[in-house]
């Protein structure tokens, strides 16, 4: 007995086929839309924190240097708003009063190895100089770059305020001895992705800190 098989199955025609393709090509266009955008973002934050924490360890290296120097004097060093020197001239002695506990003289003295340090904005850098005079009378000088790689101060402002300026005759200069404001307005760009035609754009980033002393 001779059976028959039914073969009408009917296939995709030419126009379905092109449909499927096109929302097929609009789906996977708008998953890679998708994940092309979060790999941007993940990147553009990553960015913003290398800057952030660039500019904590900036502060944190210039208040060092300050407190480890304890200065008793601050100038400008002749490009204001960009630069400025604290020093370490004089030290105070203390001696208890005669028949006292808890009394003391204190005296100024000159130190014997005077110190300063030197905070300026160069180019896209913030270089920071140390010199120190040795027993013998040499001045010994460092100087080091506070930024990192690939990372512009260009922008930044360093100045300071003095609450009780001091005129030196000798130098015909006004002197901050004490009760100074030092003001520190950190800019910092990433300069792979400052260019705002690069798809990874990272806006500028200003910190401003001020330090007392």
Do not use: W
Request: aromatic share 8%; glycine share 4%; hydrophobic share 35%.
């Amino acid at each position: 007995m001779r059976k028959f098989v039914n073969l009408n199955q009917r296939g995709m025609t030419l126009v379905e086929t092109l449909i499927t393709l096109l929302i097929s090509t609009l789906i996977l266009g708008s998953i890679y839309s998708v994940f092309t955008m979060g790999i941007k973002y993940y990147n553009k934050i990553a960015i913003e924190g290398q800057l952030r924490d660039e500019a904590d360890y900036i502060i944190a290296s210039i208040l060092n240097e300050i407190y480890r120097l304890s200065p008793d004097e601050i100038n400008d060093c002749g490009t204001p708003d960009f630069c400025f020197s604290a020093e370490n001239n004089k030290i105070l002695k203390g001696s208890k009063v005669k028949d006292s506990l808890d009394l003391y003289n204190v005296i100024e003295e000159d130190n014997p190895n005077p110190g300063s340090i030197t905070v300026r904005v160069e180019s896209d850098n913030l270089i920071l100089q140390k010199s120190i005079e040795n027993d013998d009378g040499t001045i010994e000088t460092s100087e080091y770059e506070i930024n990192g790689n690939r990372i512009s101060v260009e922008d930044s402002k360093l100045f300071f305020e003095c609450t009780n300026p001091d005129f030196d005759p000798s130098t015909n200069k006004t002197i901050c001895k004490a009760n100074a404001t030092i003001n520190i307005s950190l800019t910092l760009k990433h300069l792979d992705y400052h260019d705002p035609s690069n798809p990874i754009y990272v806006e500028p980033i200003t910190y401003i800190s001020s330090i007392g002393f």
